[in-house]
């Protein structure tokens, strides 16, 4: 079975510093990953994705196999960062994403 | 203006009442999602829908029924066998593929009262 766990409910960090919020995950085949963020007010909205080893807004994810992890990073918080975010996981030939239960950054000035 | 379209945004039912809550895009997309969204417990998959006539159910479809008679809409109905109906609803579509990534509505906040 798929899942997905994002052990922190909270983070609160200092603008400036450093953010990692944690992704693992269970899945017997090769998964694909995500992480989703929502803006207070704003539509749940696709951040990132591992198979395109992209950055946006500063926040990069490697997919690690061998600990089966899937950590959102930024060096430098800022303050508009502060939102709700999801990691999500996908089997390979796709069917449906299973959601983490979600952690909320807050950035402080 | 492309987009996935969730409406009422706020709903009230009496307990054993059916109510349908709806989804409706505009962006081609082939499959559609039902998603329910509860504090501290994420977002779990309620049913989907990858081609027009046909769903499958996710992981909490009791009490739950969906149709897709359209490509650009799939109804969600919280039926009175839902025990606790009460919930924030989320409606999304893909292209089909997930690493293409999900469109997600704006949401269906449902009181039961």
């Known amino acids: 079975a798929q899942r997905v766990t994002q052990p922190e409910k909270l983070l609160s960090v200092f603008k400036g510093a450093p953010v990692e919020l944690k992704c693992n995950y269970s899945?017997?085949?090769?998964?694909?990953l995500f992480w989703y963020v929502q803006y207070s007010r704003q539509r749940l909205q696709l951040l990132l994705r591992h198979i395109s080893r992209e950055s946006i807004k500063g926040f990069t994810a490697d997919l690690n196999k061998g600990e089966t992890s899937f950590h959102l990073k930024k060096p430098f918080a800022q303050e508009e960062d502060s939102a709700m975010y999801y990691c999500?996981?996908?089997?390979?030939?796709?069917?449906?994403?299973?959601f983490g239960t979600g952690t909320r950054l807050l950035v402080s000035p | 203006d492309g987009g996935i379209t969730q409406s009422p945004k706020y709903l009230f039912r009496k307990e054993g009442q059916n109510v349908t809550l709806s989804c409706e895009q505009n962006l081609n997309h082939d499959a559609m999602y039902w998603y329910r969204q509860d504090p501290g417990q994420g977002l779990r998959l309620i049913y989907y829908?990858?081609?027009?006539?046909?769903?499958q159910k996710g992981d909490i479809a009791e009490g739950y029924s969906v149709s897709r008679e359209k490509k650009e809409s799939f109804p969600l109905t919280v039926t009175s066998a839902q025990k606790n109906p009460t919930a924030f609803y989320l409606c999304?579509?893909?292209?089909?593929?997930?690493?293409?990534?999900?469109?997600f509505g704006s949401g269906t906040r449902l009181t039961v009262v």
């Open positions: 999500a996981l996908s089997n390979t030939g796709f069917q449906k994403l299973v």
């Open positions: 829908s990858q081609i027009v006539n046909d769903f």
């Open positions: 999304a579509s893909s292209m089909g593929r997930s690493n293409y990534g999900y469109t």
């Open positions: 899945y017997s085949g090769s998964p694909e």
